[in-house]
């Protein structure tokens, strides 16, 4: 499983020009889902994320989480997380997660988020959607269950 998180100023989903997730301060996260993660996975990223201590505190130094400064989430899912380019200049995307298998999980990241953050949006699985964001930095952070 992999996350790709950005700390946000404010961060929109539009589908079929209308705005179906909003946010101000807070996390944008891109999520892609492989063919073998699971539940367990996604408990394990659900929570180095909520831990993850990359805003400012009041000296300037990356020292808050999420919760401490009240922020929000907006989720949307990303299948192109797991993209292979090694062979050739077309990727493949073998490697990501069976469409349902990988639906499910999605939607249990959004219900487990849900429980400890006040706004969770989302964008729509499986939409073609347009993502706008300001990042808050620019500060990104990747997060793959491999490495974790």
Same mark, same amino acid.
């Given at each position: 499983?992999?996350? @790709?998180?950005?700390?946000?100023? #404010?961060? %929109?989903?539009?589908? /079929?020009?209308?705005?179906?997730?909003?946010?101000? #301060?807070?996390?944008? @996260?891109?999520?892609?889902?492989?063919? !073998?993660?699971?539940?367990?996975?996604?408990?394990?990223?659900?929570? #180095?994320?909520?831990?993850?201590?990359?805003?400012?505190? !009041?000296?300037? #130094?990356?020292?808050?989480? *999420? /919760?401490?400064?009240?922020?929000? *989430?907006?989720?949307?899912?990303?299948?192109?997380?797991? &993209?292979? =380019?090694?062979?050739?200049?077309?990727?493949?995307?073998?490697?990501?997660?069976?469409?349902?298998?990988?639906?499910? *999980?999605?939607?249990?990241?959004?219900?487990? =988020?849900?429980? %400890?953050? &006040?706004? @969770?949006?989302?964008?729509?699985?499986?939409?073609?959607?347009? @993502?706008?964001?300001?990042?808050?930095?620019?500060?990104?952070?990747?997060?793959?269950?491999?490495? *974790?």
């Amino acid at each position: 499983m992999r996350f @790709v998180i950005q700390r946000t100023k #404010k961060a %929109s989903v539009r589908i /079929a020009g209308e705005t179906v997730g909003e946010i101000g #301060k807070g996390f944008l @996260v891109l999520i892609g889902v492989s063919q !073998e993660d699971t539940r367990e996975t996604a408990d394990k990223m659900i929570k #180095k994320m909520l831990g993850l201590r990359i805003f400012e505190d !009041e000296n300037g #130094k990356t020292n808050l989480s *999420l /919760a401490s400064v009240n922020g929000s *989430l907006l989720l949307v899912s990303q299948f192109t997380l797991y &993209a292979n =380019c090694k062979k050739g200049n077309r990727p493949s995307f073998t490697e990501a997660g069976d469409p349902n298998k990988a639906e499910e *999980l999605y939607e249990y990241i959004i219900s487990e =988020c849900r429980k %400890s953050v &006040a706004e @969770v949006e989302t964008g729509r699985f499986g939409a073609e959607m347009e @993502v706008s964001l300001v990042n808050d930095g620019p500060f990104t952070i990747l997060l793959d269950s491999e490495t *974790l």
